[in-house]
């Protein structure tokens, strides 16, 4: 649980203990990156508060723009958003014809909406984020991320996402998109294995997911773990991508992409290319395009022997 912001007459801010922010400069530090610290020029501190999960804060760096900050882990900042957004989308729905039915699990900041909405073929969009302080913050001061709340198709649930997964028609998505914080704090349930048990309930058959699922630099035993459980559970495929985010710890972050069984979902290849499509609207993609969908999934070697193996 969330610790209490604590600020001292030095102007230093403590989250869970930590000084996060001393002498001007916010530093990320945490449990899942011991020893090492990526720190961020604030120009300014633009909002404080703390929500019935975590504390709150957004703050103008002086290089990546608006950041924002939960219980003193950066989720987004305006810079570099785009390659997280456009990955964790785009690769399960580009990897499948015409998706209609998406649910999105977290993902409050509205960034993976927007990225959902560029496709045309999408009929109904589901949000699941348990934190009303995260969609408000957004709306507020990122309107480039809330803008995504604005589509007719979306229909927002604030609320548990094991809650809601309980609560569907079995078969109901095409896809569902688990866009997470890291598994310390509320989205813990969400790395276990019930957890995917009712993502895998809730696809049509050959339906797809893809999870935030950590670095392969500092997070390799998460990683086995989550692939282990997807094994036994999604039998049509079971893939790991990654991608960079220059503000997340390590520089990489890794999804998880999993089909259910049903026609065949080759995530390497996409069926469904955008790339086309959507360079006549008005807010281009930055980040994703098809080579770099498939180029996504080529793993370092030492990666590829642990998910590899993770098989029984
Ligand atoms: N952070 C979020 C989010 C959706 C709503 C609010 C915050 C993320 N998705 C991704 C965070 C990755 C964390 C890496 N340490």
Request: overall charge negative.
């Amino acid at each position: 649980m969330a610790g209490a912001v604590n600020s001292s007459s030095d102007g230093s801010v403590a989250q869970n203990g930590i000084n996060t922010i001393v002498q001007g400069w916010f530093s990320e530090m945490s449990p899942m990156w011991p020893g090492e610290a990526h720190s961020l020029k604030i120009e300014e501190i633009i909002f404080q508060g703390k929500s019935d999960y975590q504390d709150v804060i957004v703050f103008k760096s002086s290089t990546y723009g608006k950041v924002l900050v939960l219980d003193g882990v950066i989720q987004v900042t305006e810079r570099d958003e785009c390659a997280y957004q456009e990955m964790i989308t785009h690769l399960p729905l580009c990897s499948i014809p015409n998706p209609r039915k998406v649910l999105v699990i977290g993902g409050g900041d509205g960034g993976v909406l927007r990225e959902v909405a560029r496709h045309t073929s999408v009929e109904q969009i589901d949000l699941c984020e348990i934190d009303s302080m995260v969609v408000e913050v957004s709306k507020k001061y990122f309107p480039s991320l809330a803008v995504g709340f604005e589509d007719p198709r979306v229909n927002l649930h604030i609320g548990d996402g094991v809650a809601f997964l309980k609560s569907v028609t079995e078969g109901t998505y095409d896809a569902v998109i688990v866009d997470s914080s890291d598994p310390i704090g509320p989205a813990e349930e969400l790395f276990k294995k019930p957890f995917f048990e009712l993502v895998a309930r809730a696809l049509r058959p050959g339906g797809v997911v893809c999870t935030q699922a950590e670095s392969i630099w500092l997070h390799m035993h998460i990683i086995e773990d989550i692939v282990k459980n997807c094994r036994q559970i999604f039998k049509g495929s079971v893939n790991y991508a990654w991608t960079t985010v220059p503000t997340y710890p390590s520089g990489v972050i890794g999804f998880m992409l999993c089909s259910t069984e049903g026609p065949a979902v080759d995530f390497r290849h996409p069926v469904n290319p955008i790339d086309a499509q959507e360079s006549q609207c008005d807010r281009p993609l930055k980040f994703y395009n098809s080579e770099i969908h498939s180029a996504a999934f080529c793993l370092p070697s030492f990666a590829r022997k642990v998910i590899e193996s993770s098989s029984k």
